[in-house]
T-cell receptor, first 114, second 113 residues
Framework: GNSVTQMEGPVTLSEEAFLTINCTYTATGYPSLFWYVQYPGEGLQLLLKATKADDKGSNKGFEATYRKETTSFHLEKGSVQVSDSAVYFCALNPSGAGSYQLTFGKGTKLSVIP | ETGVTQSPTHLIKTRGQQVTLRCSSQSGHNTVSWYQQALGQGPQFIFQYYREEENGRGNFPPRFSGLQFPNYSSELNVNALELDDSALYLC????????????FGEGSRLTVL
């Protein structure tokens, strides 16, 4: 079956530090990959996505590259801000049109301190 | 543009009772899916509705059921509540554009005592 494994949290960083949150996946075929973010008191929202191998998704200074050879989609940001404090979820959408059945990782809580 | 709205935001039930959660999808979205998020876990797919028909279901028992209405709003019904049903229930809508992107509501937090 499909699964997503992401690094355990919580992660605490100082402002302007470099962020990496690891994510690996297991899936048949060619899934689409996503990072969703959940800010305190808000619903999940899409941060970035990649739909095929070697694609790089980017948004708000965050980046992730779809690596099929290592089945990974690690999230990175060069300089985090206090406002980036949130829970980050890696997710995949299996191959196939019309499916919105996402498989999520357990989430990684990020706290950025001034 | 109004986003996905869910009601109620919080509710408490006792074991064996039934609950109905409601969701209004984002304007123009005709696909609705429901997810269960237990504390400290990622969301788990319950089922998906497209044009009032269930067209995908995760590993949840039949006491979890749903409806989608002609205006694309949706309900999630859970019968015979168990303690393990305590969770945040998320509704997500999607446009018919197959981007794979979901637009989530803030969720309904259910506590079963």
């Amino acid at each position: 079956g499909n699964s997503v494994t992401q690094m355990e949290g919580p992660v605490t960083l100082s402002e302007e530090a470099f962020l990496t949150i690891n994510c690996t996946y297991t899936a048949t075929g060619y899934p689409s990959l996503f990072w969703y973010v959940q800010y305190p008191g808000e619903g999940l929202q899409l941060l970035l996505k990649a739909t095929k191998a070697d694609d790089k998704g980017s948004n708000k200074g965050f980046e992730a590259t779809y690596r099929k050879e290592t089945t990974s989609f690690h999230l990175e940001k060069g300089s985090v801000q206090v406002s980036d404090s949130a829970v980050y979820f890696c997710a995949l959408n299996p191959s196939g049109a019309g499916s919105y059945q996402l498989t999520f990782g357990k989430g990684t809580k990020l706290s950025v301190i001034p | 543009e109004t986003g996905v709205t869910q009601s109620p935001t919080h509710l408490i039930k006792t074991r064996g009772q039934q609950v109905t959660l409601r969701c209004s999808s984002q304007s123009g979205h005709n696909t609705v899916s429901w997810y269960q998020q237990a504390l400290g876990q990622g969301p788990q797919f319950i089922f998906q509705y497209y044009r009032e028909e269930e067209n995908g279901r995760g590993n949840f028992p039949p006491r979890f059921s749903g409806l989608q209405f002609p205006n694309y709003s949706s309900e999630l019904n859970v019968n015979a509540l168990e303690l393990d049903d305590s969770a945040l229930y998320l509704c997500a809508s999607s446009p018919d554009s197959n981007t794979g992107e979901l637009f989530f509501g803030e969720g309904s937090r259910l506590t079963v005592l």
